[in-house]
């Protein structure tokens, strides 16, 4: 089969497609062939050398896919050959095959084509394990994701509007303010012409909002304490604006907040597992009621893997960039 290679770390020209052997099944495993791979910027940290995968996983980048079931592993009761899926996992989805464990693999939700389905299991499982089940965002509260015209935050606003909260987002350009507002979010920020912290507490009449999903990390973390109601939830997940910063505590104790982090690629398979099952109970039928849509941005050919990375490192795109193999 072919897959893409990352000959050595570094920047998008390193990314090449080769002819490598196929995966293995293993026992519980489902073989999915892939019809389209999700992007994530998680696949550039990696591509540079800085995200090696977990113990065990294939080292060809991709964190999501759609496809149809090739072929299952022994144990494998729920999937049968030619089933339509998407699937969460460690590695492997830049290839014509990836080999899953089956507790990571979901359905394609109603209402979804084959290959749109590749842009929903990373952001999904990602946003419903930190926003929801574990900061536990309710109806009536209020949540900030920044970076809302990212894949992640294209999902989260709609996710979250759908559960009754209201949603603010911040995006650097009135293009990308303009497609939040339509995907739900209440109140747009442009973080390159606005201070977030002041917007936030102008709207809330001073308290701030309850939860907060952050990719940016370091530069941030000062004006997100800032930004939060008292019990208010604050989820990093990226590290777009550094790994240090200097912070004052009181807030935390004044506030009674709370600051999480956490990623999903190095978690256990009983724990992904966990969290595709509640993403299955909980999200799918908001995207089969058409509530909740991927927002795919573009679609490259495996050989124009580089092209696709640029573009993602550009942040030029609105959503999902895909990769067809």
Not at 63 to 74: D, F
Not at 249 to 259: D, Q, W
Request: charged share 20%.
């Amino acid at each position: 089969m072919k897959a893409v290679v990352i000959t050595s770390p570094g920047g998008p020209e390193v990314l090449q497609v080769k002819e490598v052997e196929d995966p293995a099944i293993g026992q519980g495993d489902v073989l999915i062939r892939v019809t389209a791979a999700g992007l994530n910027r998680a696949d550039t940290v990696q591509r540079k050398g800085s995200y090696p995968p977990p113990p065990g996983a294939s080292s060809y980048p991709g964190l999501e896919c759609s496809g149809v079931v090739e072929a299952v592993g022994q144990g494998v009761d729920r999937w049968k050959v030619g089933d339509q899926v998407c699937s969460l996992i460690a590695g492997g989805g830049y290839a014509e095959k990836v080999a899953v464990p089956a507790g990571q693999v979901l359905p394609v939700p109603p209402g979804v084509s084959l290959e749109e389905a590749a842009g929903l299991p990373e952001v999904a499982c990602t946003v419903w394990s930190t926003v929801f089940m574990t900061s536990r965002l309710s109806p009536g509260e209020s949540f900030l994701v920044h970076g809302g015209s990212s894949g992640i935050g294209t999902f989260a606003i709609q996710i979250a509007k759908h559960i009754g909260a209201r949603v603010f987002t911040t995006a650097g350009s009135a293009q990308k303010l303009e497609v939040c507002k339509n995907l739900g979010a209440d109140v747009c920020i442009n973080y390159k012409t606005e201070d977030f912290v002041a917007r936030v507490k102008e709207e809330t009449d001073g308290k701030g909002v309850d939860v907060i999903l952050d990719n940016m990390g370091g530069s941030y973390l000062q004006r997100n304490i800032a930004s939060l109601n008292v019990d208010g939830r604050l989820f990093i997940i990226g590290f777009q604006g550094g790994t240090v910063a200097e912070v004052n505590l009181g807030p935390l104790l004044a506030r009674r907040l709370t600051v999480q982090a956490a990623g999903l690629r190095g978690r256990s398979t009983e724990d992904k597992a966990k969290i595709v099952a509640e993403v299955e109970k909980h999200v799918w039928p908001a995207v089969a009621a058409g509530r909740v849509k991927p927002v795919i941005y573009k679609s490259f050919p495996l050989a124009e893997v580089a092209d696709a990375h640029r573009l993602m490192e550009s942040s030029e795109h609105i959503g999902k960039i895909l990769l067809l193999p």
